[in-house]
């Protein structure tokens, strides 16, 4: 990627770049005016010659809700989150690329030239572009405010805006507010700040070790293992996580053991019972049945890793297959015998005690009764918020800090406009302003579901982390009384409904009075054994009205009992068990787990999660993690010589420091030098010792004779087996053999002819199956896919029709899954995109006769998978939209496409028998047409509940095939 170089180009300049003391490049470059009173110079207005004050955001969307509640006498842009970072490219002097450390840590960065950059939240513009838009807004301002996020990141954002463009320091300012609501917002301007030196310096000294720690080891990885691969300070620790609790599974070893479990009565109830259908012996489930998920072929168990989600009222009895007791009986379980520890070992020990206890009277010799205070837990932070989401919602952590980002930064509801719903949702504090927690109590006070009754006396105040940042306030809902319910009906949908939801009744749910649940427990006697039962009734709901509770439910209520009250035995049941495997970590356990160990911030999470599922370290079935051969090996030899860098204690220590430079108790390159000395001396040792992951096999190739190479692969995970040839220029080999023992195909030249230049195509496998691309290429754009009979269809052609847009590419002619074609611009930054007529030229869009409301453009009518809309005819630049109600489509009618036979679509899914199960939940899937175009896939049937997905197997299409085929023949 050519980038761009920074204003500071000699190289004893780059020191001003770095924000330690020593430089001094944040608060003091301008000492003058920069020891002033920020909220006096603030008055002023400065040199700038406009008449409008200049807000600098992050994102867009930000931007356009903070427009609405600052009003005509502000301009706000975006930077589209980070502008510069360190350059990837190393130069004399540097020992790690963009950093010289013998030289104090000078931190050399640059700007991209390009805006390619698709992990910078999906800006089209450069961040080049971006600062020169910046730059322009800000010649003309009076003042200009930072209002990047308020972490440390945000901080960072701030500095290298201000820094890079070399703002006036008597004109600029720091803001920082926690929502984005008009009063959060006016206060922070009547108190604007500088940027604190300490926060950038904290923030800058994570960016720099890791990119000490993640290249170098990355660069050995590549050198020792295979291409593509990374290691990071905290990645990696994670991902030995995963790995050493899958070495925990597959060394453990199940073991049998039996229970004894009384089904009984008060005696002359006159409770019918006909007994089991089971009998008295209950044997555990095999591996085979639909919802076991055994470990290991030698760990055949039920799987009892579903203590994270809710209970349907049966998990109780699928569990331990008992049936449920009839109204007024109860189950008792035997906890003693003899005095001592209940041990069944073997069916023979269960059988024992069963004939002892056949003759035993049953008679209640303890009831005990207690109520115990189920308290309310704190309002959400980022690390709370991503394992509830995951546990009650199902959603990924990544797919969580999405839909969270977007109802911070603001979403469209009817008749508010741009709105933000929540507070800032990077934070690790539990603390609520006062402010909050007087309209909170006021709505439970006077919400007719809830009360007076549902309101503690005083405020619930809960304790945060020990590193917690006390400044920021807990994940909670901006206006409490904007419900979900209420937030529903003016537009919000989907993910961000789902998730407003969640946040909002925790929020309400903090401030409410603790559940009450009276607990029972009664120990009965039967001849030389003990059975013990327990009930749980919730007296009081408490908060659990506003949040009911996931995963285990209280037990069922006892009946009445006393003391020395004789009880009628219904029946006596021995199970048959074995102990578990330790679970594996879900997103949500993991980041549980990450958390404890104080390894990287909740913010980072996500990323973390996203990053070692990429690099194929681990996998993701049925929503556990599972650690990939490749995985295993690599974290093996970073243990074996990084010992350090693998060690919780050191990733958690470091994050310790981070917060002693942003307060100030420690100094930038005193932490990072104590950590570059013995790690560059491992680096230099691990470079000499560390043995390949490549070796060189007795197997000769069976296409060239010469010996197989063992070589692993980042794609699947594990290892393959390639021909040594591959490098040889007169006479390579690409024989390639998979783990599984399946030869897998490379790229083979076809004798099918480019449609457009005439040079053979080349057929090649992706992630969606096997297309073609010309030999030609990247002069000649031309790809096929496989249609619905097996024959390459044309998917992309080059045109003589030049960009009416941008006028520098020759458009594409492309065809859609459903058939209908289209031209596009190759530039990514342009993204022209028209409809093409039968000779292949743009087709120009009707007129409408509607502009849009944001940029005076007219509005066109576009046809998506959910069907048409009104879009801006400016997108890119303008992306303003708008769904078509009744009086448009009355309006436009002449112009929308017809509408699409649900009911046809439906009929034409073949009826097959369907035997395979979801890959998420487990639950049947059902064959389902795809929208794109003429295939099928499996679905869910809880969808829309969970959307597992998979493919349709060789076989199964070999079904459909013939349900198609009968099915046209058969006359109607």
Not at 116 to 132: F, H, N, W
Not at 943 to 969: F, H, R
Request: hydrophobic content about 35%.
């Amino acid at each position: 990627m050519a980038r761009a170089r920074t204003k500071r180009t000699a190289e004893e300049n780059v020191a001003d770049a770095t924000p330690s003391p020593e430089s001094a490049a944040v608060t003091t470059r301008r000492r003058s005016r920069r020891n002033a009173d920020p909220a006096e110079q603030s008055q002023g207005n400065g040199s700038g010659a406009g008449g409008y004050d200049l807000v600098v955001v992050e994102s867009p969307a930000k931007a356009r809700t903070l427009a609405k509640y600052l009003g005509p006498g502000y301009r706000v842009v975006a930077s589209y989150g980070h502008v510069r970072d360190l350059d990837t490219r190393k130069r004399k002097g540097e020992e790690v690329a963009g950093i010289r450390i013998a030289d104090g840590w000078k931190l050399r960065y640059v700007v991209d030239a390009k805006g390619d950059d698709e992990d910078r939240r999906g800006r089209r513009k450069s961040a080049q572009e971006i600062l020169e838009e910046i730059r322009n807004a800000a010649s003309g301002a009076r003042r200009i405010f930072l209002a990047s996020d308020p972490d440390r990141e945000g901080e960072s954002i701030a500095w290298h805006i201000a820094d890079e463009l070399q703002l006036p320091p008597e004109r600029t300012f720091r803001i920082r507010f926690n929502e984005i609501s008009k009063a959060a917002v006016q206060q922070a301007l009547s108190h604007p700040e500088r940027i604190n030196s300490n926060l950038v310096a904290a923030q800058e000294a994570r960016r720099a070790l890791d990119r000490v720690v993640g290249f170098p080891l990355s660069n050995l990885l590549g050198k020792k293992v295979a291409a593509r691969l990374s290691a990071g300070r905290v990645q990696s620790v994670a991902v030995r996580l995963i790995v050493e609790r899958e070495r925990e599974i597959e060394a453990f070893r199940s073991e049998e053991y039996w229970k004894i479990t009384a089904l009984l009565a008060p005696q002359g109830s006159a409770i019918s019972w006909s007994g089991s259908s089971q009998g008295s012996k209950i044997y555990a489930r095999k591996k085979g049945d639909a919802d076991s998920a055994a470990e290991s072929d030698d760990n055949a168990v039920v799987d009892t890793e579903a203590e994270d989600k809710a209970d349907n009222g049966t998990a109780a009895s699928k569990r331990t297959g008992l049936p449920a007791p009839p109204p007024g009986a109860f189950f008792a379980e035997l906890v003693r015998w003899n005095e001592a520890e209940v041990r069944l070992r073997s069916e023979a020990d269960a059988d024992q005690l069963l004939a002892a206890l056949q003759p035993a009277a049953f008679t209640v010799v303890k009831v005990e009764q207690k109520e115990r205070l189920d308290r309310p837990p704190p309002p959400f932070i980022t690390s709370t918020l991503q394992q509830q989401a995951n546990i009650r919602l199902g959603f990924s952590t990544s797919r969580t800090m999405q839909a969270a980002q977007r109802l911070y930064e603001g979403v469209e509801l009817r008749g508010l406009g741009p709105t933000a719903l929540i507070t800032y949702m990077r934070t690790d504090s539990t603390r609520v302003s006062q402010e909050a927690l007087q309209a909170v109590r006021q709505y439970i006070a006077q919400e007719s579901q809830l009360g007076p009754q549902y309101l503690p006396e005083s405020p619930n105040l809960f304790a945060s982390a020990k590193a917690a940042q006390e400044a920021h306030e807990a994940i909670r809902p901006i206006d409490v009384t904007l419900t979900p319910q209420k937030a529903q009906q003016l537009g919000l949908s989907g993910d961000l409904f789902k998730l407003y939801d969640l946040i909002w009744r925790r929020f309400v749910a903090s401030q409410c009075k603790p559940a009450v649940v009276a607990v029972t427990t009664v120990d009965v006697a039967a001849g030389a054994g003990l059975f013990r039962a327990s009930g749980r009734v919730i007296r009081f709901d408490g908060y659990r009205r506003v949040l009911p509770p996931v995963g285990k439910q209280e037990d069922a209520d006892l009946p009445p009992l006393q003391d020395g009250q004789t009880l009628q035995r219904l029946e006596l049941y021995a199970t048959q068990h074995f102990t578990q495997p330790p679970p594996r970590y879900t997103e949500a356990s993991l980041v549980k787990a990450l958390e404890k160990e104080g390894i990287g911030r909740p913010s980072t999470y996500a990323t973390i999660i996203s990053t070692i599922q990429k690099r194929g370290y681990v996998t993701q079935q049925r929503g556990r993690f599972y650690a990939t051969e490749i995985g295993k090996l690599v974290t093996d030899k970073l243990v074996h010589h990084f010992p350090r860098i693998m060690d919780v204690k050191f990733t958690s220590h470091f994050e310790e420091e981070l917060d002693d430079i942003e307060t100030g108790k420690c100094q930038y390159q005193q932490v990072l030098d104590e950590f570059w000395g013995p790690f560059s001396e491992e680096l230099k040792k691990a470079d000499q010792e560390m043995e390949p992951a490549r070796t060189l096999t007795d197997e000769p190739c069976p296409k060239c004779g010469r010996p197989l190479e063992k070589r692993y692969s980042p794609k699947t995970g594990s290892y393959f087996l390639g021909c040594s040839g591959w490098k040889d220029k007169d006479n390579p080999c690409q024989y390639k053999r998979g783990s599984d023992g399946q030869e897998q195909e490379g790229p083979t030249t076809t004798d099918i002819p480019c449609p457009a230049c005439g040079q053979p195509m080349v057929r090649k496998s992706g992630r969606f199956g096997v297309f073609f691309t010309c030999s030609a290429a990247p002069q000649c754009p031309t790809t096929m896919n496989l249609g619905p009979d097996g024959q390459p269809v044309v998917t992309t052609l080059p045109s003589s029709t030049p960009c009416p847009r941008c006028g520098q590419q020759k458009l594409l002619l492309k065809a859609s899954k459903t058939g209908k074609k289209y031209l596009q611009c190759p530039d990514s930054k342009c993204r022209f995109r028209a409809d093409a007529d039968e000779h292949g030229q743009p087709v120009r869009p009707p007129e409408t006769g509607i502009t849009c409301d944001k940029c005076g453009s007219p509005m066109v009518v576009k046809v998506a998978w959910r069907g048409p809309f009104l879009a801006c005819s400016a997108y890119p630049k303008c992306r303003n939209a708008r769904s078509l109600t009744a009086e448009l489509r009355e309006k436009l009618q002449h112009l929308l496409p017809p509408p699409r036979e649900k009911k046809a679509a439906a009929a034409s899914v073949p009826n097959v028998p369907i035997s395979e199960t979801c890959p998420e939940c487990g639950a049947p899937m059902k064959l389902m047409k795809s929208r794109f175009g003429p295939g099928y896939y499996l679905g869910c049937s809880k969808y829309p509940k969970c959307k597992g997905k998979a493919k349709v197997s060789p076989e199964l299409q070999t079904q459909i095939d013939a349900a198609m085929q009968q099915q046209q023949s058969t006359p109607t």
